[in-house]
C-alpha cells in the first residue's frame, strides 16, 4: 500500500494569477507535436476568414501551428492585459485597441479590413422589416450587441445617426451569440456585420450608404509577446494577395 | 462510517498535494480580493445598473427557488417514496442539468420554450407569451439548472428516514396526505432548509443558461453574474467589486449550511 503511495508523483502546476492566462497558456501548450504554436487572438467576426487564412499558413509553414482564440474584441483585449500569451491580435475596431496604439503595446499595427453593418433578419424575414425605422417598431423583438464591444458601438453610432430610438431585448457580447439568435428566430432583427450574412441561415436588408456604418479592423504583433518574429510573418500573410483573397471572400473590404 | 479510528500516519506526498488543493482554491480569492477598490466600493456597489442587476438576481433567483419547490418537493417524494417503471431513468434525469454545461441547457430551452420551440411556438401562438428575453426567462433558465439540488438533498433525507415512524402513523389511521404533512415532512424539514438553500445559491450564480436562453439586458435579464461577465469587458474595478458580493454572499451560504451540509467537528 504504502509503496504505491510513494511512487505516485504529484504533478505540480505553477500558478499564475489570473485564470485566463493559465487558460490561454493551456491552449498555447495544446499543440505539444513539436510544432511551434502561434497564439492568434481574433475577432468573433472573423472568425471563419480566419479560419481559412490559419489553414492557408499553416500550410506553407508546417513547422506551424496557429492556435485562434476567437472572441468579443473586449474580452480578447483583456485577457491580453491580463498577460495572456498571445502573439498577434486582430480587433474589430481601432477603438477597442486605441490604447495599444498609443503605449506601444502592439509592436506595430495595421488596418488591415473592414466590414459593414447590416440589418440581420431571420431566413426569409417574417417580420417583414424594409428599413432601419422598422427596428424601432414595438412589436418586434430586435437585438443589439452590447456598447461595450465594436458591433454595439457602430449600431449605437448608426441608429444615432440615423435618428432611430431601438429598444432591444438583448444586448449580446459578441456578434455571433447576436447571429445565432437571429438564426433560431427568436429575435425579428438585429444589427450584426454584412460578412455573418452569407454564412449563417439568415436574411439581410442593407443599411442605406451614407450612415455610419463601416468600420476597420486593426492587427497588430503584441510586444513582447512570444514568436514575435512568426507573428510578423503571419500578419504579412493576411495582408498579402493570398490572405486578402480570403478576407473579401468572407466578404470584407479593404 | 461515523467512528473512524484516528489515522496515525498519513504518507507525507499526501500532505503535500492536500496543501496545493487548499492553495489552488485559496489563490483565485486572494487575487479578487487583492484587487478589490476598497474606497470605490460604495461608488461602485450604489451605481444603478448595478443595483438593477442586484433587484433582478434577487427576483430570479428566489424566482427559481419558489419554482424549484414547487416542482422539485413533489418529484423527490415520489422518487424517494413510490416505486414505478423508468424511477431509475427519471433520477437519472434530475441529475442531467448537475453535470451539463449550462449554455447547453439554454441552448435546448431556447430550443423547446423559444418563440420557434417545441413548446414556446403554441404558447406564443395563444397567448402572445415571449419567454426567451424576459426576465421570466432568466427564472425559468436558473430554475432548470438549480431544480436537482433540492431534489437530490430532499430524496437523499427522505431515503435516510427511519420508516417505522410513517409505518405506527398508518397503523394509528393516518392517511398519505396527513403522514406526509404531519410525520415526513416535518422530519425532513431541515434537509428542505439546505436544500432550498443550495437550489437558490446555484440560482443566484447561473450565468450560462441565462445569457443563453434569456440574453443579456440591463434591468431585465442582465444578473450579477452577467453584469460581472460585462464589466470585466471595460470596468474591472466593478466586476471585482461584484465579484466581492458574491463571494459574500457564498460564504453567508456557507456558514448557514455549516454542521449540515458540510461538518464542524
Known amino acids: ?254 | 462510517m461515523r467512528r473512524r479510528p484516528r489515522p496515525l500516519t498519513v504518507p507525507r506526498v499526501l500532505h503535500l498535494a492536500a496543501g496545493l488543493a487548499v492553495g489552488y482554491l485559496l489563490v483565485p480569492l486572494v487575487g479578487l480580493v487583492g484587487n478589490v477598490p476598497w474606497r470605490e466600493l460604495p461608488r461602485l456597489l450604489g451605481d444603478p445598473l448595478v443595483l438593477d442587476a442586484m433587484r433582478l438576481s434577487a427576483i430570479t433567483s428566489i424566482g427559481a427557488t419558489v419554482l424549484a419547490a414547487v416542482l422539485g418537493l413533489p418529484l423527490a417524494v415520489v422518487l424517494a417514496r413510490s416505486s414505478f417503471p423508468g424511477r431509475r431513468l427519471v433520477r437519472g434525469l434530475v441529475l442531467l442539468p448537475l453535470v451539463l454545461p449550462p449554455v447547453v441547457g439554454g441552448a435546448a430551452l431556447l430550443f423547446a420554450l423559444g418563440r420557434g420551440g417545441i413548446l414556446g411556438a403554441p404558447l406564443y401562438r395563444a397567448t402572445g407569451l415571449v419567454l426567451p428575453f424576459s426576465t421570466a426567462g432568466a427564472v425559468l433558465a436558473a430554475t432548470f439548472v438549480s431544480l436537482p439540488f433540492l431534489v437530490v438533498t430532499v430524496e437523499a433525507a427522505l431515503a435516510g428516514l427511519d420508516p417505522r415512524r410513517e409505518l405506527a402513523a398508518a397503523t394509528l389511521g393516518a392517511g398519505s396526505w396527513t403522514i406526509l404533512r404531519r410525520v415526513t415532512l416535518p422530519a425532513v424539514a431541515p434537509s428542505v432548509a439546505s436544500g432550498l438553500l443550495l437550489t437558490w445559491a446555484r440560482a443566484l450564480g447561473e450565468f450560462g443558461a441565462t445569457i443563453t436562453f434569456a440574453g443579456n439586458l440591463p434591468g431585465r435579464t442582465r444578473t450579477l453574474p452577467l453584469a460581472v461577465f460585462v464589466a470585466l469587458e471595460h470596468d474591472r474595478p466593478k466586476a471585482v467589486a461584484l465579484g466581492l458580493l458574491l463571494v459574500v454572499v457564498a460564504l453567508g451560504v456557507l456558514v448557514a449550511l455549516r454542521g449540515r451540509w458540510w461538518r464542524t467537528s
Open chain 1, 1 to 254: 500500500m504504502s509503496r504505491s503511495w510513494r511512487r505516485a508523483r504529484t504533478a505540480r502546476p505553477r500558478l499564475r494569477s489570473p485564470g485566463i492566462v493559465v487558460l490561454v497558456a493551456l491552449l498555447a501548450a495544446c499543440g505539444g507535436d513539436g510544432r511551434t504554436t502561434l497564439t492568434v487572438s481574433a475577432a468573433a467576426s472573423l472568425a471563419d476568414a480566419f479560419g481559412e487564412i490559419e489553414t492557408a499558413f499553416e500550410a506553407r509553414h508546417p513547422d506551424v501551428d496557429v492556435i485562434l482564440n476567437l472572441g468579443g474584441s473586449a474580452t480578447l483585449r483583456e485577457q491580453i492585459l491580463a498577460g495572456a500569451p498571445v502573439s498577434v491580435f486582430a480587433s474589430a475596431d481601432l477603438e477597442t485597441v486605441s490604447d495599444f496604439v498609443e503605449e506601444g503595446r502592439f509592436e506595430r499595427w495595421v488596418v488591415f479590413a473592414s466590414n459593414r453593418l447590416t440589418i440581420g433578419v431571420p431566413a426569409g424575414n417574417p417580420a417583414g422589416i424594409t428599413s432601419l425605422r422598422d427596428l424601432a417598431r414595438p412589436d418586434l423583438a430586435v437585438g443589439l450587441c452590447a456598447p461595450e464591444v465594436p458591433c454595439g458601438r457602430v449600431a449605437r453610432r448608426v441608429l444615432d445617426a440615423a435618428g432611430v430610438d431601438v429598444r432591444p431585448v438583448t444586448e449580446e457580447l459578441d456578434v455571433r451569440a447576436l447571429v445565432t439568435k437571429l438564426e433560431a428566430g427568436e429575435l425579428d432583427a438585429g444589427l450584426v456585420y454584412r460578412t455573418d450574412v452569407p454564412a449563417a441561415a439568415i436574411d439581410e436588408v442593407p443599411l442605406p450608404t451614407g450612415l455610419p456604418a463601416d468600420t476597420e479592423y486593426v492587427i497588430g504583433v503584441i510586444s513582447g509577446g512570444p514568436e514575435s518574429e512568426l507573428a510578423g510573418r503571419f500578419v504579412r500573410f493576411v495582408r498579402s494577395r493570398d490572405g486578402e483573397r480570403i478576407l473579401e471572400r468572407h466578404g470584407f473590404g479593404r
